[in-house]
């Protein structure tokens, strides 16, 4: 049972265009909502996050949107630069009465900036 | 270099012998985490320390699976009588309370 889907195994935007990256989830506990970009060879890097109390964040480049009707949220880079180019995972973290916060993550998208 | 460490890098080992990886985390943060990721999968939760005490374990983590954090700093995770399905990227996190940190993984390869 998939509790946070990214149905997008890849997407190739060219670079200075933007990146929309799609995550869904079927957990109405989630309440906190995390970004991951993954080199190869590489642990995951932590990009942006966004509680379940807002609709959207912002830092710099990165902009995370939440539609918690819809139990949907969205990545997007502008512009996009080729060093974007990673695998990035969606991660959504349980909120039992905080405990142990462990992350719950999607299968990833592949994103190719091309130049 | 205060990030997340952990070793080895990488590990290859014959099936039915122990293996025994480390992590480092982030000096002042009091949570650590051991996640597992395999090709095409996001990393999956092994087991969460707050300070020394191990709070939960996945139940991905068979009995042949030990993780430790004495003294609440570095971390030990042990499998012993690997298998073929060990073969994985080993994630090591650590946090404070909101953002999870990740470490640059053990590779292990059961042949």
């Known amino acids: 049972d998939q509790q946070v889907k990214q149905n997008s195994p890849s997407l190739s935007v060219q670079e200075g265009r933007i990146s929309i990256l799609n995550c869904d989830y079927t957990n109405s506990m989630f309440d906190y909502f995390l970004w991951y970009k993954k080199y190869p060879a590489e642990g995951p890097t932590f990009l942006i996050s966004i509680s379940s109390i807002k609709d959207k964040n912002e830092d710099g480049r990165f902009t995370v949107f939440l539609n918690k009707s819809a139990k949907h949220l969205s990545l997007h880079i502008v512009p996009s630069q080729p060093g974007d180019s990673a695998v990035y995972f969606c991660a959504a973290r349980e909120d039992y009465g905080g405990a142990t916060n462990k992350l719950i993550f999607g299968t990833g998208t592949l994103l190719a900036v091309q130049p | 270099d205060t990030g997340v460490s952990q070793n080895p890098r990488h590990k290859i080992t014959k099936r039915g012998q122990n293996v025994t990886f480390r992590c480092d985390p982030i000096?002042?943060?009091?949570?650590l985490y051991w996640y597992r990721q395999t090709l095409g999968q996001g990393p999956e939760f092994l087991t969460y320390f707050q300070n020394e005490a191990q709070l939960e374990k996945s139940r991905l983590l068979s009995d042949r699976f030990s993780a430790e954090r004495p003294k609440g700093s570095f971390s030990t995770l042990e499998i012993q009588r690997t298998e073929q399905g060990d073969s994985a990227m080993y994630l090591c996190?650590?946090?404070?309370?909101?953002?999870?940190?990740f470490g640059p993984g053990t590779r292990l390869t059961v042949t």
């Open positions: 000096s002042e943060h009091n949570r």
């Open positions: 996190a650590s946090s404070l309370a909101g953002e999870q940190y």
